[in-house]
């Protein structure tokens, strides 16, 4: 039947906060995500440039999304992504998946796993298996 | 507790769930809203439409800003831009520019992607807006989508209706379309201080005019002509007021906020305040009871008997008036 398309399974939607903390200004590859994931049919909200964790965790809080990705090139990210995942828990949303992309040295990723970082994509990632990975989180 | 109690008693956690519930249209979602309706119509609903470019969401930005700052109101935004017609999927920007509202606890911004929906609004907008009116937002902005002349859908759902214009967009004769003009409460002539500005401001008076006639005292070969308005007022006694601002900088904001102020008050004090719940009210009710009627009769109709009549159709064998009156009727051709 034709309605059944507006059925709760069918609307429903993966909602994707894009957000960029930090101080660098590029946001390309945040841009090249965000049109990714909609192109994968996905909600995507994005926040823009120089965004505080405060400032992420209440944008995730109030479009109740389930997945945020943060773009981090500025190095600060072992003091950004423990902020945002402690501001999530905080907020009772400990259930949203937190995904990096940007300029993660390699001997930083268990330590970023270990806080609960889902997956951390650098430069050369497929959009592809970002997207697969999202999808797979976020109906695990 | 109570849902509205919880709401009411600022649990934010539980306020962006039920708003996913009702954008879902989940049976969850329903039960809320049953439950919610009786606390329901105590807010002030702001629509703000324009084509896209012309400062929409940075007027509501500097709009929630000053509501909070100068009178204190507690501010909900729904946000609405479009969803993929290939995908659905979709990119919401308007958070972008409403940065300033960002640590206010009195401030709730919520993006919603029109999923389908034409007409500038999502269907599950109307839901959304009562369930931040339940939890105690007395002023929420709705922000459309912003595709252009037939985003009207946006009347039906506010009280007050700003239409936002920028200077450059086009000539007198847009202004005399039927359609986005005449919902307009209020224009803004936003990005004021770019060059063209002044010939904005007069297309909009002349179209203004046409609607709303006013004394005209004028020199024509050199005699003082007069023209009286009518006695009559030609629609109801609410001119459009025509606001300058300039969004990025906060100019005319105040000036704004004022007039959307003396709307509300010509609204109640004039009857129209009621009168438009009424029947914003009864459109609710008829498409509701549209789709549970054409759900209700779908499920009496077996799906291979449907598929069949489709068939015919397809087959240009039946028009699709006929198709219809043959599945009410039961019978078979």
Do not use: C
Request: hydrophobic share 40%; aromatic share 4%.
């Amino acid at each position: 039947m034709s309605e059944q398309k507006t059925s709760p399974e069918h609307g429903r939607r993966i909602r994707v906060l894009v957000a960029k903390p930090g101080l660098d200004g590029h946001d390309r590859g945040a841009k090249v995500v965000a049109r990714a994931l909609r192109d994968a049919g996905m909600e995507v909200i994005y926040t823009g440039l120089r965004q505080t964790p405060e400032m992420i965790a209440e944008a995730a809080l109030q479009e109740d999304v389930d997945v945020v990705g943060l773009s981090i090139l500025s190095g600060a990210h072992m003091a950004l992504a423990p902020r945002v995942l402690e501001l999530l828990k905080a907020n009772g949303q400990e259930q949203v998946k937190v995904f990096i992309g940007g300029i993660i040295p390699d001997e930083d990723l268990p330590r970023l796993k270990e806080m609960g970082v889902t997956g951390v994509y650098g430069p050369g990632a497929s959009t592809e298996d970002i997207i697969r990975q999202v999808k797979a989180a976020v109906t695990e | 507790m109570t849902l509205a109690e919880q709401l009411l008693s600022g649990n934010r956690l539980t306020l962006t769930r039920l708003l996913t519930q009702v954008e879902n249209d989940t049976p969850e979602g329903r039960t809320a809203l049953t439950e919610l309706f009786s606390h329901t119509g105590k807010a002030h609903l702001i629509g703000v439409t324009g084509a896209p470019g012309t400062g929409k969401s940075s007027l509501v930005n500097q709009l929630a800003l000053h509501f909070r700052k100068q009178e204190e109101r507690r501010v909900a935004v729904v946000a609405v831009d479009p969803s993929s017609p290939f995908t659905g999927g979709a990119v919401l920007g308007d958070r972008v520019r409403m940065r300033d509202l960002a640590g206010d606890p009195g401030v709730f911004i919520r993006s919603m992607a029109s999923r389908g929906s034409l007409g500038g609004l999502a269907r599950a907008t109307a839901g959304l807006v009562q369930v931040f009116d339940a939890a105690g937002y007395d002023t929420i902005l709705i922000e459309t989508v912003g595709a252009g002349q037939a985003e009207v859908d946006i009347a039906r759902l506010a009280h007050t209706t700003l239409v936002i214009e920028a200077p450059g967009l086009g000539d007198d004769i847009q202004a005399i379309k039927a359609g986005i003009l005449e919902i307009a409460d209020i224009l803004v002539v936003n990005k004021a201080d770019r060059p063209g500005v002044e010939n904005t401001l007069k297309a909009l008076k002349n179209a203004l005019e046409l609607a709303h006639p006013v004394r005209h005292v004028f020199l024509h070969h050199g005699k003082l002509e007069v023209v009286e308005a009518p006695d009559e007022p030609v629609y109801n006694s609410w001119i459009p007021p025509i606001q300058k601002t300039v969004a990025t900088e906060g100019a005319g904001i105040k000036e704004l906020a004022d007039e959307i102020a003396r709307h509300a008050e010509h609204l109640r004090e004039s009857g129209e305040w009621t009168a438009r719940e009424r029947s914003r009210l009864g459109s609710e009710l008829d498409a509701l009871l549209r789709e549970a009627l054409v759900a209700h009769f779908r499920e009496g109709v077996p799906e291979s008997r449907y598929e069949a009549v489709l068939e015919q159709v397809f087959q240009r064998e039946l028009a699709p008036w006929e198709a219809v009156k043959m599945l009410l009727n039961g019978q078979s051709k």
